[in-house]
């Protein structure tokens, strides 16, 4: 089972990485002694370091084989760097009929850049899931005003954001119940350091994306059949409730901490009839839009690996007047506005009739939208 790892490079003579490693790299940290190498020898570690071998750790998928590709530093890579590695990533799959299950993302910034964001898309196209760490710091990525953390903010369905968790189920970094899936261990994390060594991780969003990224690969080697999307599913749907609930600052699509293996249908590799719905766009509850403007409203909607069926949404102007005004009906079959078929994204949209000073409110996934109409 492949993976990729855009990151810093990695130390390819770690004891603990013999035999994790694919015969394709871009990686230019090939020697123990470049320091360069510390964040992406890290998150090789945890996603595949080999188990029970006395040596450094204990990765999450013994048997995935690596192909890392190196961009700058954890915090420093450019974003044009990261581009040339999804571009080189879709070609090494055209060229060598290899299946990625997925590719890890452990750093971003809070810049927005289109061109990565297509690079991704031609990914999905390929089959590929993003799995990409949401940030460090408190901040809400579903707030403009914050800063939205990219790539892991894209509106794309094969990217998974994932924020890290302490071992209570705490969320501790970036959050958002739009843009942020899922939590993930990120406090005091076990990690291979190049030169052979390993040391402990204080924490960060980097580390919680390896060990999905991971968790992906068990449950692509568990059935290869798999889609991405229902890779991404069951990491969704398969994990146990944040510790902190409610609270605004642990708001995440799937309100879940991820878990690889539970009792009574919880764990991913066991999941049975654990639902998610979410909606995901508009990201506000509140949106502003002119007569003739088409509303579009994106809802995730799924039963462990599968789609499940999004009910009509019926709209009701309710100002200055009260009446319906229109309904909302939910696809999941790869036609605009809906992005991709069957997984479990379902897409809706409604025009706005004239005339202006309107308001009206839907309902979808048990939270009111409101349309403003100046």
Not at 5 to 27: E, K, Y
Not at 50 to 79: E, R, Y
Not at 260 to 286: F, I, K, Q, T, Y
């Amino acid at each position: 089972m492949y993976v990729a790892l855009i990151d810093t490079g990695i130390d390819t003579s770690h004891p603990d990485l013999q035999g994790r490693l694919a015969p394709w790299s871009r990686n230019s940290a090939s020697s123990q002694d470049n320091s360069d190498a510390a964040h992406g020898t890290a998150m090789a570690g945890i996603i595949a370091a080999t188990g029970d071998n006395g040596v450094g750790i204990d990765g999450v998928m013994w048997g995935a084989q690596l192909i890392p590709c190196a961009i700058g530093g954890a915090s420093t890579g450019k974003a044009e760097e990261a581009v040339q590695c999804l571009d080189w990533l879709a070609g090494l799959i055209d060229q060598e009929h290899i299946r990625i299950a997925a590719v890890n993302f452990s750093f971003g910034s809070d810049c927005c850049d289109c061109a990565a964001e297509r690079a991704i898309a031609r990914l999905r196209d390929r089959g590929v899931l993003v799995v990409a760490s949401s940030g460090n710091g408190r901040q809400d990525n579903d707030s403009e005003q914050d800063c939205p953390f990219y790539p892991a903010s894209y509106p794309l369905s094969n990217i998974l954001s994932v924020t890290g968790s302490d071992k209570f189920g705490n969320v501790l970094y970036r959050y958002g119940k739009r843009r942020v899936h899922v939590a993930a261990p990120g406090v005091d994390i076990p990690v291979l350091t190049p030169g052979g060594g390993r040391s402990v991780m204080p924490g960060g969003s980097s580390p919680a994306a390896a060990h999905v990224t991971g968790l992906v690969a068990l449950l692509a080697a568990q059935d290869p059949t798999r889609s991405w999307a229902a890779l991404r599913n069951l990491v969704l749907a398969g994990g146990a409730p944040v510790a902190c609930g409610d609270q605004p600052t642990c708001a995440l699509v799937s309100g879940r901490r991820v878990r690889a293996w539970g009792e009574n249908g919880e764990g991913s590799l066991r999941c049975v009839g654990r639902r998610v719905v979410r909606r995901l766009l508009p990201v506000r509850d509140v949106v502003s839009l002119w007569p003739e403007e088409t509303l579009v409203v994106r809802v995730l909607s799924i039963d462990c690996a599968y789609a499940l069926a999004v009910p009509p949404a019926t709209v009701r102007q309710t100002a200055p007047s009260s009446s319906t005004a229109g309904e909302l009906v939910f696809r999941d079959d790869g036609l605009p506005p809906d992005e991709v078929a069957a997984d479990g994204e379902f897409a809706g949209s409604w025009k706005v009739p004239p005339p202006a000073h309107r308001r009206y409110e839907v309902v979808v996934a048990g939270e009111v939208l409101r349309v403003d109409v100046p």
